[in-house]
């Protein structure tokens, strides 16, 4: 569906697998989307779909709670199992003398009728066990890593010393050399951090900046 303010809401449904895939394309972000699967009340995945990352996405879905709540789909909601505070309209229902306890929720409150709703529950190891999994599966091989941390950096440090070079030749000035340098470790900071979406290696940064620093005072006592 599509609200009022123009976001698109999604859900899907795999009653076999009891999965369910929410998704929510939202306007005031240029339509970037957000995504979370979820099977029997856990949580397996959550993510940007429009950058492709692992993102916590409970502030993008928790403010359309109330629109999922209203899916027609029992089973459905079952399966969500509260996640992001979405649970099925509230209906009064007449309570016996047997009944009065326990019966405040749609849900049910102990793990008796489990097998009854198709529910399986996670113990603590094994919950311990998929996270350790997901997070081995997110950060990737080694190789992967490798290729993305430090032959970025090394590209960096090749790409930033051959400019450094270039100014040089052309000006034969310490100062602006020295500059040039600093200005560039900066650069490759904010690379890293609001581009690449990683840690800043400070080990890159502070060669430039020392070097720069280095050059700067040479050029500017000396000559």
């Known amino acids: 569906m599509e609200t009022a303010l123009g976001d698109v809401l999604e859900a899907e449904f795999n009653f076999h697998e009891r999965l369910v895939r929410l998704a929510v394309e939202i306007k005031e972000e240029k339509g970037r989307i957000y995504a979370a699967t979820v099977r029997?009340?856990?949580?397996l995945q959550e993510k940007d779909v429009s950058s492709g990352r692992a993102y916590p996405v409970f502030r993008k879905l928790w403010p359309f709670r109330d629109?999922?709540?209203?899916?027609?789909?029992?089973?459905?909601?079952?399966s969500i199992g509260g996640c992001y505070d979405i649970f099925p309209p509230f209906v009064p229902e007449p309570l016996d003398r047997e009944g009065?306890?326990?019966?405040?929720?749609?849900?049910?409150?102990?793990t008796r009728y489990d097998s009854v709703f198709g529910i399986v529950r996670e113990t603590r190891f094994q919950r311990w066990r998929r996270e350790r999994r997901e997070a081995r599966?997110?950060?990737?091989?080694?190789?992967?890593?490798f290729k993305r941390r430090v032959l970025g950096d090394l590209q960096d440090l090749s790409l930033g010393f051959g400019l450094a070079y270039l100014i040089y030749i052309t000006y034969y000035d310490y100062v602006i050399l020295g500059w040039t340098l600093a200005?560039?470790?900066?650069?490759?900071?904010l690379l890293d951090f609001l581009v690449r979406k990683r840690s800043v290696l400070f080990t890159k940064v502070l060669s430039f900046l020392s070097l720069g620093s280095?050059?700067?005072y040479n050029g500017y006592v000396y000559f």
């Open 40 to 43: 029997n009340g856990t949580v």
């Open 67 to 78: 629109y999922f709540s209203t899916l027609p789909d029992q089973d459905l909601l079952a």
């Open 100 to 110: 009065r306890e326990g019966r405040g929720s749609r849900f049910p409150s102990s």
């Open 137 to 145: 599966k997110a950060r990737g091989s080694l190789w992967t890593r």
């Open 183 to 189: 200005g560039l470790g900066m650069a490759a900071g």
């Open 214 to 216: 280095y050059f700067f």
